[in-house]
């Protein structure tokens, strides 16, 4: 279990880094931007749709919305950016 959750964190960093390597690139359309900006803002913001003291839906908003935000912004990215922000996300994790 212990193994499971480093592995999830470790592969966390990573995808984080390739967003900002992402945001960064040129050859990306300024919708996908947009749409990264807006998911890293929502999550890290304290205003929410669904106020996180509400018991179980409250939570329910931040769980939908930035992976949603994240799907929408690189389904809209080239395939080979992607990849290259991945590779050179590897390169700067080792």
Not at 42 to 60: R, W
Request: proline letters at 6%.
């Amino acid at each position: 279990m212990l193994k499971r959750l480093k592995t999830i964190g470790s592969d966390f960093k990573r995808e984080i880094k390739v967003y900002q390597l992402v945001l960064k690139d040129s050859r990306v359309p300024r919708r996908a931007k947009w749409l990264l900006g807006a998911a890293v803002g929502y999550a890290l913001s304290p205003v929410d749709l669904i106020p996180d003291f509400v018991p179980v839906v409250g939570y329910l908003d931040d769980v939908l919305i930035v992976p949603i935000l994240v799907m929408l912004a690189l389904r809209s990215i080239p395939k080979e950016v992607i990849e290259d922000c991945r590779n050179r996300a590897g390169h700067l994790a080792s």
